[in-house]
């Protein structure tokens, strides 16, 4: 069984475990959510297999390179971070329910690359500009920072679905047989403020390894292309994403913002991450093999 089998298999498991999370908070059954969440872990453990398995057959053919060279490689990773980094926050709250908002996103990445006709599994041999030791840290930094934005854009959506008045108490107006139907889908959601440190936390993390990845292209960069920054569409777009994070933490800790501002900046900061990630391989530069 070849890697590209494996991660097929995993597009798959990572789709029911999300049904399953999804199913939980729909019909309120929490031994769905506690199978999803196996079912999960069983899909995280295929995606890593695949990764592994992926960079092996590199090595075999002769290519001999870590499995992060093109997009469907790039997709794979990018999955397996979303999901490692909230199986890790999963475990520290005990919230199960936040996987009906995170794990569509593993499930969505991986599923694009091996769904995708437009996207090749085929094991291609690195271009020059990619042949460096650089490689490895460089898209892994940075896509540990993709992956908390990620994480962090789930956590804004569900803050921003969850009705202020489920927090105050006895606070029922209107149609009762609508707000008690209300309450009995939203319930189950973290309370407002977990939500919104979840969110501080993920930017936080991705952040900081970001700021670590832009810092080791550029370095990369230098090497490969004799200067640190040529305002490539990449690198510009990674810089105006870099600075909307960085606006969002400035006003979180500087001017006290939180609660639904912060999480329609950290929504905005995603859109920002998808269009570095997809939408500047469009446009002609350095980052184009990508």
Same mark, same amino acid.
């Given at each position: !069984?070849?890697?590209?089998?494996?991660? &097929?298999?995993?597009?798959?498991?990572?789709?029911?475990?999300?049904?399953?999370? +999804?199913?939980?908070?729909?019909?309120?059954?929490?031994?769905?959510?506690?199978?999803?969440?196996?079912?999960?872990?069983?899909?995280?453990?295929?995606?890593? !297999?695949?990764?592994?398995?992926?960079?092996? $057959?590199?090595?075999?053919?002769?290519?001999?390179?870590?499995?992060?060279?093109?997009?469907? $490689?790039?997709?794979?990773?990018?999955?397996?971070?979303?999901?490692?980094?909230?199986?890790?926050?999963?475990?520290?709250?005990? $919230?199960?329910?936040? =996987?009906?908002?995170?794990?569509?996103?593993?499930?969505?990445?991986?599923?694009?690359?091996?769904?995708?006709? &437009?996207?090749? *599994?085929?094991?291609?041999?690195?271009?020059?500009?990619?042949?460096?030791?650089? /490689?490895?840290?460089?898209? +892994?930094?940075?896509?540990?920072?993709?992956?908390?934005?990620?994480?962090?854009?789930?956590?804004?959506?569900?803050?921003? +679905?969850?009705?202020?008045?489920? $927090? #105050?108490?006895?606070?029922?107006?209107? *149609?009762?047989?609508? #707000?008690?139907?209300?309450?009995?889908?939203?319930?189950?959601?973290?309370?407002? *403020?977990?939500?919104?440190?979840?969110?501080? #936390?993920?930017?936080?993390?991705?952040?900081?390894?970001?700021?670590? =990845?832009?810092?080791?292209?550029?370095?990369?960069?230098?090497?490969?292309?004799?200067?640190?920054?040529?305002? *490539?569409?990449?690198?510009?777009?990674?810089?105006?994403?870099?600075?909307?994070?960085?606006?969002?933490?400035?006003?979180? /800790?500087?001017?006290?913002?939180?609660?639904?501002?912060?999480?329609?900046? &950290?929504?905005?900061?995603? !859109?920002?991450?998808?269009?570095?990630?997809?939408?500047?391989?469009?446009?002609?530069?350095?980052? &184009?093999?990508?």
């Amino acid at each position: !069984m070849n890697s590209s089998i494996i991660l &097929s298999v995993t597009t798959f498991v990572y789709a029911f475990a999300s049904v399953l999370y +999804i199913g939980s908070w729909t019909f309120k059954k929490e031994v769905m959510a506690k199978a999803g969440f196996f079912v999960f872990v069983a899909g995280f453990t295929g995606n890593t !297999m695949g990764i592994i398995l992926r960079w092996i $057959e590199s090595y075999k053919i002769g290519y001999g390179h870590a499995p992060f060279s093109n997009m469907y $490689e790039s997709l794979v990773f990018f999955s397996w971070t979303i999901a490692a980094l909230y199986l890790f926050v999963e475990i520290k709250y005990k $919230e199960r329910i936040i =996987g009906v908002f995170a794990t569509p996103l593993a499930f969505l990445s991986i599923a694009y690359a091996s769904l995708s006709p &437009s996207i090749s *599994d085929k094991i291609t041999p690195l271009i020059p500009a990619l042949k460096s030791n650089w /490689l490895i840290a460089h898209v +892994i930094t940075c896509f540990l920072g993709y992956a908390g934005f990620a994480v962090a854009f789930g956590f804004s959506i569900m803050y921003l +679905i969850k009705p202020v008045d489920l $927090e #105050q108490k006895d606070h029922i107006s209107g *149609d009762k047989k609508l #707000q008690n139907g209300k309450k009995s889908l939203y319930s189950k959601l973290p309370s407002l *403020d977990l939500m919104d440190e979840l969110i501080h #936390q993920m930017v936080m993390f991705g952040f900081l390894f970001l700021t670590i =990845g832009i810092i080791t292209g550029s370095v990369w960069a230098n090497s490969a292309w004799g200067t640190y920054w040529s305002w *490539d569409p990449k690198e510009t777009w990674s810089l105006i994403t870099w600075f909307i994070y960085a606006i969002l933490l400035h006003l979180r /800790l500087m001017r006290g913002w939180h609660g639904k501002r912060i999480a329609w900046v &950290s929504i905005v900061g995603f !859109m920002a991450v998808l269009f570095t990630y997809f939408g500047v391989n469009l446009l002609p530069g350095l980052h &184009s093999y990508a």
